[in-house]
Every structure is written in structure tokens, then in C-alpha cells.
């Protein structure tokens, strides 16, 4: 229907109308107005059917609205636009047809033989009344509102728009000239008048429908136009090493295998290899850098060249010889602990790197976990495979440390504290390692308590017990209670043995 056409099928229907109407002007039988309902419920089943598939068209344009915003939101807003112009109409013909039936037997369109309702309301002398005035005002604004919406884009559906609502007047058989509203409505039986009106509802949706499609379509024209592509330099990698040769190609943005293109230029020089729609690249990459690919393009389009720029830029950097390798969490490695590191080579793929060390496996990429053992340095081997084939490697080495004394703790502080006796006799001995870089979960099973005056106590796990607390409680005021010997381990790594434990002194304020 884009550009103004009908279908067979509604011009079918609309020939028959005509029909109809020329019999029911030579006044022939009355069963020729029940007729009429079977017009009227085609048109109503091509209204109810029109409905659906412009509420589809309409969905698929919010969908594409949603995936390509700044393409067809301008477009969704355009048809929600025309739905809003098109139902309001529809429903205004609607109110007239329902108005024109009332206390009328509607059951068969026989009875609906007089043409005196709506020329009472519409028609007087040679004029129209003020409810014709209304109804033509209502058409034209229809007319003025679709055409506004569907602008000078959409010049041939507003055509097609215009035309189905044509008011200019009419020559009848006479040779003379009739105002359209009194040639198509004036002295018409009712079945005919409401099936007139059916009819312009069908107009209304197929106008609706040719728009959603006239919209899609000429958003479709514009995707495949080349002058919408964008030339695409695909290198064969993303980095170069000095003294390499470039290679790559050059695509466009939509990849077609048909695409034949007349001249194209890079970086000065006609190339000449094309192949399936694509222009394979093989030159110097030129000095260590950011190196720019520039050219042109060249096709035609509808009889005339035109051309796309090729705009694009690579690096070229030097061929390594050297690995990068760090210690994520410092530049030492500990001992008793899994040391994270990141192991890589500069230009070559994390598959094609290895590394090895005592205690050293690796996690994935170029992730690494380092758990030394004995000694107080570790030598980390590196080696890679260029692009080329050919070998390169590298090593460097760490320094293993222990890992700090803990520091004591009573209620998580350390030191010299002041508390009473009962929040010491139920307060966690603990240990930690302030300012280790390490988050380690250090696990007490056992410590000491002394009491100037009175035998050292010993006890189990990291609470006091009934010997520690009765120790605690013959303190006088102002004593000092010392916890020593804190036994700790790190959880996990029971067979690393950490350094004796700092003590803990408590001054007793009760």
C-alpha cells in the first residue's frame, strides 16, 4: 500500500459499495438493504482485523525503540502520534453511527430505510446545519492533524490520506457539480449511511496501517543505503612489534559478500587485492607509535560514485625482551602464606607465557600463586612465544620472609590495658598482626596467666577457666595480671610455626 495503492481486496469492497448505492438511487427492492449488512460486517471484520495487526506494528516499533533509541524513538513518537489522531476520529464516527440507531430495530437492516435522520441533523435548504458543520470541521481536522504528524518525510502516505478523504465536490450524472458531503450522505437510506460510515472507520485504520508501515520501510531504506555504512579497519592484531608488516582488512559496518567497491585508496596507495566485499591490507607498519590509516572508499549508487572515508590507527611498539613481573600485595614474597602475583609478558598472549618457581602454580590468565618454602630467595622463570614462533625469557627474584610476631590481645587489645576483674574473666585472649599486609585468621589454643604473688596458671584455648578465674579474683586492686606464652597458629596452616606471641598486661581497676 506505500505510495498511495489499494489492495485488490479493498477495492473490491469499495466497487461494491458503489454499486449498492447506484441500486439504491433507482429505488430497487428493499431486500437490497439488507445487503448492506453484509458490507457493514466485512468492513467491521477488516476494522477488527486492522486493529490487531496496527497494535502489532505498533509493539514491534517499541521494541525496536528500545533496542535502537536514537534510530526509532523519533519514529514511535511519530506513529503513537497517528494512533492518537486515528483513534480519536474513529471514535467520533463511531458516537454518530451508535446516535443515528437509537430506538431503532437494528436486527435487520430492512427496517433502516428512511434517509430522514441524518438528513434532518446534517441537511437544511442548500446548507448544512450546525452538526454537519461539526462533522466536516472533524474530517478536514483529521485531514490537517495527519498531515502535520506525518510531516514532508512521509509526503506520499499523507497523499494516499488526503485522497481517502476527499471533500471536494462531486459531479453527479447530470454533468453538475454536488458538495461532497450532500452527494454522499444527503437522501440515503440509514443501512447505506451506516455502512458509509463503517467504511471511512476502515479508512482510517488502513490509513493508520499504511503509516506503521511506511514508517518501518523507510527506516529499512535507509539501513541498507551504503551512504549509512561506516569503513571498519580490522588489523589481524592490536599491537605490532617495530620491523613487523601490517596486516589486516577493510569492511564495512554491515558485512556483505556482494559488495563490489570501484577505487579504493590507503594511506595514499590504490589497493588492488579485494576480496568478498573486503580489502585485505599488507604493508610496513612503519616507526615505533600511533601509525593512521586514512583513505577513501569508492562505489556507486543509483548511477553516481560516491565514497566512504577510511579513518583507523594502530600502535606500533618495540619487540619485548624483558617480562613484567610484581608481587600484587608488596616486593617481598612470605613464607606461610599464598602470595598473589601477576606474571605477563608486553605483547605476547597470557597463553603463550609461562613462568616457574619453587612453590609457584598457577591460577588463570596471568594469575599466579606463590608459597615459598626454605631459603631467603626465590628465582621466578619466565618465558614466552612471539607471534613469530621465535623465544623470548626473563627471570627475577623475590626475597622470602617469615611472617611477623602477632602481637597478644585481650578483648582485640594489646599491650598495657586497664579493666575490672570480671570483664577480664570473660574476655577472648587473641592474637593479630598489626600492619601485615596479609589478612590471616590467627586461631589461640592455649596461654598463661600470672598474678604477682601466685603460681602461674596454664590454660587451654583462648577463654579463661576456672583456675585463671579464681587466680583473677584474689588480685588485689591495682595488680597487674600478665597473659604469656600465647599459643597461636594460623588457621589452615597448622604446620607453619609462627613466632612466639607478644604478651599482654592488664592493670585491674577493682
Given at each position: 500500500?506505500?505510495?498511495?495503492?489499494?489492495?485488490?481486496?479493498?477495492?473490491m469492497?469499495?466497487?461494491?459499495?458503489?454499486?449498492?448505492?447506484?441500486?439504491?438511487?433507482?429505488?430497487?427492492?428493499?431486500?437490497?438493504?439488507?445487503?448492506?449488512?453484509?458490507?457493514?460486517?466485512?468492513?467491521?471484520?477488516?476494522?477488527?482485523?486492522l486493529?490487531?495487526?496496527?497494535?502489532?506494528?505498533?509493539?514491534?516499533?517499541?521494541?525496536?525503540?528500545?533496542?535502537?533509541?536514537?534510530?526509532?524513538?523519533?519514529?514511535?513518537?511519530?506513529?503513537?502520534?497517528?494512533?492518537?489522531i486515528?483513534?480519536?476520529?474513529?471514535?467520533?464516527?463511531?458516537?454518530?453511527?451508535?446516535?443515528?440507531?437509537?430506538?431503532?430495530?437494528?436486527?435487520?437492516?430492512?427496517?433502516?430505510?428512511?434517509?430522514?435522520?441524518?438528513?434532518?441533523?446534517?441537511?437544511?435548504g442548500?446548507g448544512y446545519?450546525?452538526?454537519?458543520?461539526a462533522?466536516?470541521?472533524?474530517?478536514?481536522?483529521?485531514?490537517?492533524?495527519?498531515?502535520?504528524?506525518?510531516?514532508?518525510?512521509?509526503?506520499?502516505?499523507?497523499?494516499?490520506?488526503?485522497?481517502?478523504f476527499?471533500?471536494?465536490?462531486?459531479?453527479n450524472?447530470?454533468?453538475k457539480e454536488?458538495?461532497w458531503?450532500?452527494?454522499?450522505?444527503?437522501?440515503?437510506?440509514?443501512a447505506?449511511?451506516?455502512?458509509?460510515?463503517?467504511?471511512?472507520q476502515?479508512?482510517?485504520?488502513?490509513n493508520?496501517?499504511?503509516?506503521y508501515?511506511?514508517?518501518?520501510?523507510?527506516?529499512?531504506?535507509?539501513?541498507?543505503?551504503?551512504?549509512?555504512?561506516e569503513?571498519?579497519?580490522?588489523?589481524?592484531?592490536?599491537?605490532?612489534?617495530?620491523?613487523?608488516?601490517f596486516?589486516g582488512?577493510v569492511?564495512?559496518?554491515?558485512?556483505?559478500?556482494?559488495?563490489?567497491?570501484?577505487?579504493?585508496?590507503?594511506?595514499?596507495?590504490e589497493?588492488?587485492?579485494?576480496?568478498?566485499?573486503?580489502?585485505?591490507?599488507?604493508?610496513?607498519?612503519?616507526?615505533v607509535?600511533?601509525?593512521?590509516?586514512?583513505?577513501?572508499?569508492v562505489?556507486?549508487?543509483?548511477?553516481?560514485?560516491?565514497?566512504?572515508p577510511?579513518?583507523?590507527?594502530?600502535?606500533?611498539?618495540?619487540r619485548?625482551n624483558?617480562?613484567?613481573?610484581?608481587?600484587?600485595?608488596m616486593?617481598v614474597?612470605?613464607?606461610?602464606?599464598?602470595?598473589?602475583?601477576?606474571?605477563?609478558?608486553?605483547?605476547?598472549?597470557?597463553?603463550?607465557?609461562?613462568?616457574?618457581?619453587?612453590g609457584?602454580?598457577?591460577?588463570?590468565?596471568?594469575?599466579?600463586?606463590?608459597?615459598?618454602?626454605?631459603?631467603?630467595?626465590v628465582?621466578?622463570?619466565?618465558?614466552?612465544?612471539?607471534p613469530?614462533?621465535?623465544?623470548?625469557s626473563?627471570?627475577?627474584?623475590?626475597?622470602?620472609?617469615d611472617?611477623?610476631?602477632?602481637?597478644?590481645?585481650?578483648?582485640?587489645?594489646?599491650?598495657?590495658?586497664?579493666?575490672?576483674?570480671?570483664a577480664?574473666?570473660?574476655?577472648?585472649?587473641?592474637a593479630?598482626l598489626?600492619?601485615?599486609?596479609?589478612?590471616?585468621?590467627?586461631?589461640?589454643?592455649?596461654?598463661?596467666v600470672?598474678?604477682?604473688?601466685?603460681?602461674?596458671?596454664?590454660?587451654?584455648?583462648?577463654?579463661?577457666?576456672?583456675?585463671?578465674?579464681?587466680?583473677?579474683?584474689?588480685?588485689?586492686?591495682?595488680s597487674?595480671?600478665?597473659?604469656?606464652?600465647?599459643?597461636?597458629k594460623?588457621?589452615?596452616n597448622?604446620?607453619?610455626?609462627?613466632?612466639?606471641?607478644?604478651?599482654?598486661?592488664v592493670?585491674?581497676?577493682?
Amino acid at each position: 500500500m506505500a505510495g498511495g495503492t489499494t489492495s485488490p481486496r479493498q477495492k473490491m469492497i469499495n466497487l461494491m459499495y458503489l454499486v449498492f448505492i447506484a441500486m439504491i438511487a433507482m429505488n430497487v427492492d428493499k431486500e437490497i438493504l439488507s445487503a448492506f449488512k453484509i458490507f457493514d460486517m466485512k468492513f467491521a471484520s477488516s476494522n477488527a482485523r486492522l486493529t490487531d495487526e496496527n497494535q502489532l506494528a505498533l509493539a514491534g516499533l517499541e521494541a525496536k525503540a528500545t533496542e535502537q533509541a536514537a534510530k526509532y524513538e523519533p519514529l514511535l513518537e511519530k506513529a503513537k502520534n497517528v494512533k492518537t489522531i486515528s483513534d480519536n476520529f474513529y471514535s467520533y464516527l463511531g458516537t454518530i453511527k451508535d446516535s443515528l440507531t437509537e430506538g431503532v430495530d437494528t436486527s435487520s437492516y430492512a427496517n433502516l430505510d428512511k434517509s430522514s435522520v441524518l438528513d434532518e441533523r446534517w441537511f437544511t435548504g442548500d446548507g448544512y446545519t450546525q452538526k454537519g458543520d461539526a462533522f466536516l470541521a472533524a474530517l478536514n481536522q483529521y485531514k490537517e492533524d495527519m498531515a502535520a504528524a506525518l510531516g514532508p518525510e512521509f509526503s506520499d502516505v499523507n497523499r494516499a490520506v488526503q485522497s481517502s478523504f476527499d471533500t471536494t465536490p462531486v459531479e453527479n450524472k447530470d454533468g453538475k457539480e454536488v458538495a461532497w458531503l450532500k452527494y454522499n450522505f444527503e437522501g440515503y437510506p440509514l443501512a447505506a449511511t451506516i455502512t458509509r460510515f463503517t467504511q471511512m472507520q476502515n479508512d482510517i485504520k488502513s490509513n493508520e496501517s499504511e503509516v506503521y508501515s511506511s514508517l518501518l520501510q523507510g527506516q529499512l531504506s535507509k539501513d541498507v543505503s551504503l551512504s549509512n555504512y561506516e569503513a571498519i579497519v580490522i588489523p589481524e592484531k592490536t599491537a605490532f612489534f617495530s620491523g613487523e608488516r601490517f596486516k589486516g582488512k577493510v569492511v564495512l559496518g554491515r558485512f556483505d559478500n556482494s559488495l563490489n567497491f570501484d577505487k579504493v585508496v590507503v594511506n595514499g596507495n590504490e589497493i588492488k587485492n579485494l576480496k568478498a566485499g573486503q580489502v585485505v591490507l599488507d604493508f610496513p607498519t612503519g616507526n615505533v607509535g600511533t601509525q593512521k590509516i586514512t583513505g577513501e572508499l569508492v562505489y556507486t549508487e543509483e548511477g553516481e560514485p560516491k565514497s566512504i572515508p577510511i579513518r583507523s590507527e594502530y600502535a606500533v611498539i618495540n619487540r619485548p625482551n624483558s617480562a613484567t613481573i610484581s608481587a600484587d600485595k608488596m616486593n617481598v614474597v612470605y613464607r606461610g602464606v599464598a602470595n598473589p602475583m601477576t606474571i605477563s609478558f608486553a605483547g605476547i598472549a597470557d597463553n603463550n607465557v609461562s613462568a616457574s618457581a619453587p612453590g609457584l602454580s598457577k591460577g588463570g590468565s596471568s594469575s599466579y600463586t606463590m608459597s615459598p618454602g626454605s631459603g631467603r630467595e626465590v628465582t621466578i622463570n619466565v618465558s614466552g612465544t612471539l607471534p613469530d614462533g621465535s623465544k623470548v625469557s626473563d627471570s627475577k627474584q623475590f626475597r622470602i620472609k617469615d611472617i611477623p610476631r602477632p602481637v597478644g590481645t585481650v578483648r582485640g587489645e594489646s599491650d598495657i590495658i586497664k579493666m575490672q576483674k570480671n570483664a577480664l574473666s570473660i574476655s577472648t585472649i587473641g592474637a593479630n598482626l598489626p600492619d601485615f599486609d596479609f589478612d590471616l585468621n590467627l586461631q589461640v589454643t592455649g596461654f598463661k596467666v600470672n598474678v604477682p604473688g601466685k603460681p602461674t596458671v596454664q590454660v587451654n584455648g583462648s577463654k579463661m577457666d576456672s583456675r585463671a578465674n579464681d587466680l583473677i579474683r584474689q588480685a588485689p586492686r591495682g595488680s597487674t595480671v600478665q597473659v604469656f606464652d600465647i599459643n597461636a597458629k594460623i588457621a589452615g596452616n597448622s604446620s607453619y610455626l609462627l613466632k612466639q606471641v607478644s604478651p599482654v598486661f592488664v592493670e585491674l581497676t577493682n
